[in-house]
C-alpha cells in the first residue's frame, strides 16, 4: 500500500519546481530549504526536513504510521523514513549515536539513561505516544491451574480483573516439583517489567531485586524474569521457555489466536490510563534543531488525535498490518484495536480505552508519568540508592518536555487543528491517584512515601 492522502504543496526554488511539460514535482535533496504550505498548517522554519525515526513492532507505534501515512508529517515539511528496529537496546543505541533522529521508545528508556541505570544520555520526551495497551499472558496449561482460584460470575465467566493471587499457588505446585517459574518481559527497564512486578508483588508474590552488583533483577525471586523482544514472545512462550510474559499488543492477542496462551490481565486494570511508550529524541538535537523538534510534535499530536476517533480505528488497523509498519495479521490487530479484547478463546470483552492515544491528554508528558518510573527503579534497586524528594523531580524535568509539546498544541490550536480545551491547565503533575490494582494511592509529588508504601521493594528515609 502505498502512503495515503499525502495533501501538502512544496514551495521550491523556481527551477525546480515543475517540468516544463507535465507539471510533475521533482524529487527534493537533503541540502533543500522545504517549507510546507497548507490551507491549516502555519509555516515553521525547518533545520532539518529529511528525518529517519525507528519504532519496535508494536501496536503504540501508530502514531508515527499514521503521521507518514495520512501526510501530517508533509504538512509540516517533513520527509521522514520510519524504520523497524531488532529490539529496545538497539533502539537506545541508534538514537544515542545519530543513526535515528528520533524513535518510539519505552518510556523508562530515556529516563534510565539520565538517571543512571544503563547507557547514560541525555535524552528528551516531548510527546507520549498512548496510554495502556499492554497485557499479561500465561501458558495454557498455567492458565488451566489459576482457573479454579479465579472468581467467577453467575455465567460462570471469570471475573476481572485477575490478581496474582490466583497464580501464587501454581507457583508454588512449580517450585515444589523442581522446577523455577519463568516469565518474560520486554527490556529492565520497560513498563512491562515494572507492571507485572506491580501484579505479582501486589500478590506477596518476590518478583526479585537489582543490585549494583547483580543487574539480573532475580534476586530474592519466586518468578524469574527475563527479557524477551516482543515479537518472539509468542514463539517463547509456545517452546516452553516461558510460562507467561508481559507484552504489548498485537503480541498477547497472537497467543490466543495461534492458542497457545491465554491474556490474564491488562495493564488497564494494572494501573487505569497508565503511560506506555514515548517519542524520544536527543537534547543535542532538539537544541540544534528546535522548529524541527516542535514540528514533529505537531505532526505527532495529530495522529493521536486522528486515531482516537472510533470511525478511524479499522483504517489504522489496515494501516499497522502492512509489513514495514507492525506486520500482524488484521484480525490479530483488530481484537484490541477496536475497542474489544479477548481473553480465554472466545471470551471478547469491551475495553475502550485498551488502546488511548489523544484521550485523556494522552500526548501531554506530564512529570508525574516520569516519576512513577523512578519511584519503580529505586523501588526494585535499578536506582541503587536512596534519593531526595527534590532529585525525583530535577530529574524528571530534564527528561520530559512539555515545553516543546505546549509550543506545537498552541500551534495547532492556531490552525485549527485541536481545540484551546485540548491543552491542559497544569503544572505537569496529575492528581494523585489510587486507580492501582491493589488501591494503593500514588502521589506524584510524594515519591518516597509512595515507595515506603509497599510491603516488598526498597524503603527510604524522608
Known sequence: ????????????????????????????????????????????????PQLTFGFIKLTDMAPLAIAKEKGFFEDEGLFVSVEAQSNWKNVLDRVIDGQLDGSHMLAGQPIAAGAGF?????????????????????????????????????????????????????????KNSGKAFKMGMVFPVSTHNYEIRYWLAAAGIHPGMYTKENVQGQIDAEVLLSVTPPPQMPATLEAGTIYGYCVGEPWNQQAVFKGIGVPVVTNYDIWKNNPEKVFVMTDKFV?????????????????GKWLD?????????????????VGAP?????????GTFEFEKGDKRDMPDFNVFYKYN???????????????????????????????????????????????????VEEGNIPATDIPATDG?????????????????????YINSFKIGNKDKK
Not at 541525555?122 to 472468581?151: A, C, E, H, Q, R
Not at 537544541?287 to 495522529?303: D, G, S, W
Not at 529505586?378 to 512539555?402: E, M
Open 287 to 303: 537544541k540544534e534543531n528546535p522548529n524541527t523538534a516542535i514540528a514533529v510534535t505537531k505532526a505527532l499530536i495529530r495522529a
Open 362 to 412: 494522552a500526548t501531554y508528558p506530564f512529570y508525574s508519568d516520569g516519576i512513577w518510573f523512578l519511584t519503580q527503579m529505586r523501588r526494585w534497586g535499578q536506582i541503587p540508592d536512596a534519593k531526595s524528594a527534590d532529585w525525583y523531580s530535577s530529574t524528571i524535568k530534564d527528561i520530559y518536555r512539555p515545553d516543546i509539546w505546549k509550543k506545537a498544541a498552541q500551534l495547532l
Open 1 to 48: 500500500m502505498k502512503s495515503l492522502f499525502k495533501k501538502s504543496t512544496y514551495i521550491l526554488p523556481a527551477a525546480m519546481l515543475l517540468f516544463a511539460c507535465g507539471g510533475k514535482e521533482t524529487k527534493k535533496t537533503a541540502t533543500e530549504t522545504v517549507v510546507a504550505k497548507t490551507s491549516k498548517t502555519k509555516t515553521l522554519e525547518i533545520e532539518k
Open 330 to 338: 488484521v484480525e490479530v490487530l483488530a481484537n484490541s484495536m477496536t
Open 309 to 325: 476517533k472510533p470511525e478511524n480505528r479499522k483504517e489504522a488497523v489496515e494501516i499497522l498490518s502492512m509489513s514495514q509498519y
Open 429 to 449: 503533575y496529575k492528581p494523585a491517584t489510587a486507580d492501582f490494582i491493589d488501591g494503593t494511592t500514588y502521589d506524584a509529588k510524594d515519591p518516597i512515601g
Open 118 to 174: 544503563g547507557r547514560q544520555a541525555k535524552l528528551v520526551t516531548p510527546f507520549s505516544m498512548d496510554l495502556n495497551g499492554n497485557g499479561i499472558t500465561v501458558s495454557n496449561d498455567v492458565w488451566s491451574k489459576m482457573k479454579p482460584n479465579v472468581p467467577k460470575d453467575s455465567d460462570g465467566k471469570p471475573i476481572h480483573p485477575i490478581k496474582a493471587d490466583a497464580l501464587k499457588p501454581v507457583i508454588t505446585e512449580y
